[in-house]
Nanobody
Framework: EVQLVESGGGFVQAGGSLRLSCAASGFTSDSYVIGWFRQAPGKEREGVICLKSRDFQTYRSDSAKGRFSIWSDDGMNSVYLQMDNLKPEDTAVYYC??????????????????WGQGTQVTVSS
């Protein structure tokens, strides 16, 4: 059973940085994707950035370009989300997710089957 546990959320001022971690375990395949999603109050959950296990290729949403990065340095056991130059509109609960999405569903909720519990990120202006 795949399990995901996020950590690293918190409170930061605009322009600051945060690093989130996703501890992943239980994969039985070597081909999957781990993605970071976020959900702000009253809004739908949206995909931010993801990382493919086989080639470590990454895909970003427009909001993440130039500010967010994703990587793993231990074979996908831990996947990190580095967020720089944070803005108040980045305030949300951030979720780590795993699945085997096709290209068209890489940044969609339906592309992922396992979710972490979420971690709150709050950016003040």
């Amino acid at each position: 059973e795949v399990q995901l546990v996020e950590s690293g959320g918190g409170f930061v001022q605009a322009g600051g940085s945060l690093r989130l971690s996703c501890a992943a375990s239980g994969f039985t395949s070597d081909s999957y994707v781990i993605g970071w999603f976020r959900q702000a109050p009253g809004k739908e959950r949206e995909g931010v950035i993801c990382l493919k296990s086989r080639d470590f290729q990454t895909y970003r949403s427009d909001s993440a370009k130039g500010r967010f990065s994703i990587w793993s340095d231990d074979g996908m056991n831990s996947v990190y989300l580095q967020m720089d130059n944070l803005k108040p509109e980045d305030t949300a609960v951030y979720y780590c997710a795993a699945g085997r999405p096709i290209l068209s569903t890489l940044r969609t909720v339906r592309g992922y089957t396992t979710w972490g519990q979420g971690t709150q990120v709050t950016v003040s202006s």
